[in-house]
């Protein structure tokens, strides 16, 4: 049988025609040498060379000769075994021949084996979710994500800091979802290490008892990566004038309005801080607002709330103990959005003059029963 192998073929059909119906000779198993074994497990690993400017190529073989089954090369134009590959193409090139890459003319696959390695391709990334930065293949998508939290970063949430005086700061809640903005505060000059949520205060304190006083929450971590403040447009007086004139607001409301603003100014903080996640690549159906509240509650522990805008369902939710009807914080962030973002309201701002009108009607009799 020994005599009856070639090392050496021009094409894969001369190799697919040698072994035609016959057991393999190339493996020291019996197998038989369909093409679907000689591709696998021979021209996947081929070598490409020229001789005398003929392409040819090479195939490992595993058979007795090379000690247990190992893979080695037998060289075409002498007796010696090898088993490196490396050393194999060291060795036919002091032969004479030229090593090249099997994409080149003389030694373009034939379309049975591009078909197969296609073929084969897909099956391997069926099902199977893919690393955009490496391109590595995982079978599910949770492995996946740890992959790319733990060797790309991509854990990293965003935050912001909206009071560089109070030392507060932004951050999603949690990894999935909308994205729920919470405020934490951070100082060490103030001495402040703070989080919103009950569950992070457990932990830290925690944390201190067990002899680790400085161990920080997954939010205030993020800190670490936060960039400087950089304040929002400021609310104006002639868009609340507007938006009192197009009956979108009624004067109770306005007057809540400029009186919130004015506290905020006088404290040396922004009344409404925008947080926009779509310009970091998150989902942009909500937008959210801090707001200042100018007291301190357990909706509102550092002095803020958070409103909430849904831009497809046109829904408003604030914190706050108003949190079915049109409170202060609401209208507050309406109004900023009607100054900068007016195009994000369409169908929001649908309050007719009529229902204002009764509000402001209601309003005054209240005051004259009082």
């Not at 009956?247 to 603003?261: D, G, I, P, R, Y």
Request: glycine share 4%.
């Amino acid at each position: 049988m020994t005599g009856e192998r070639v090392f050496v073929f021009v094409d894969e059909e001369e190799l697919f025609s040698v072994m035609k119906d016959l057991d393999c000779l190339y493996c020291r198993i019996p197998v038989t040498a369909s093409k679907h074994h000689l591709k696998k497990k021979h021209l996947r690993f081929a070598i490409y060379y020229k001789d005398s400017g003929i392409g040819k190529f090479s195939i490992p073989c595993y058979c007795s000769d090379g000690g247990h089954g190992r893979s080695h090369w037998h060289c075409p134009m002498c007796s010696k075994i090898l088993h490196r590959t490396q050393n194999y193409k060291i060795h036919i090139t002091n032969h004479g021949v030229e090593m090249t890459d099997k994409s080149t003319v003389e030694l373009q696959p034939t379309t049975v084996l591009l078909e197969s390695l296609r073929a084969d391709s897909e099956d391997k990334t069926a099902g199977k979710a893919a690393c955009q930065k490496c391109g590595i293949l995982f079978t599910t998508t949770s492995n996946l994500r740890r992959h790319e939290r733990l060797q790309h970063g991509q854990d990293q949430q965003p935050i912001l800091c909206i009071d560089a005086k109070n030392a507060i700061y932004v951050t999603p809640k949690y990894l999935h979802g909308p994205r729920v903005p919470i405020h934490i505060r951070k100082s060490f000059t103030l001495q402040i290490l703070l989080c919103e949520l009950e569950e992070c205060w457990d932990f830290m304190k925690a944390q201190a008892q067990s002899g680790n006083p400085g161990k920080e929450c997954r939010h205030l971590v993020r800190t670490n990566h936060a960039g400087h403040y950089v304040p929002p447009p400021p609310l104006c007086v002639n868009s609340l004038e507007e938006m009192s004139h197009k009956h979108l607001l009624s004067a109770s409301e306005k007057h809540e309005c400029q009186e919130m603003n004015s506290r905020a100014c006088i404290q040396g903080v922004d009344c409404v801080y925008p947080i926009f996640w779509g310009e970091h690549d998150l989902s942009e159906r909500c937008v959210f607002f801090s707001v200042y509240t100018d007291l301190e509650d357990k909706w509102c522990p550092f002095g803020r709330t958070r409103v909430s805008f849904d831009t497809k369902s046109v829904n408003w939710k604030c914190l706050c103990k108003h949190k079915r009807s049109r409170c202060v914080h609401k209208c507050l962030s309406m109004w900023w959005l009607f100054q900068e973002r007016p195009e994000l309201l369409h169908s929001a701002l649908d309050v007719h003059a009529e229902r204002v009108d009764a509000l402001e009607e209601a309003v005054r009799d209240a005051e004259d029963v009082v």
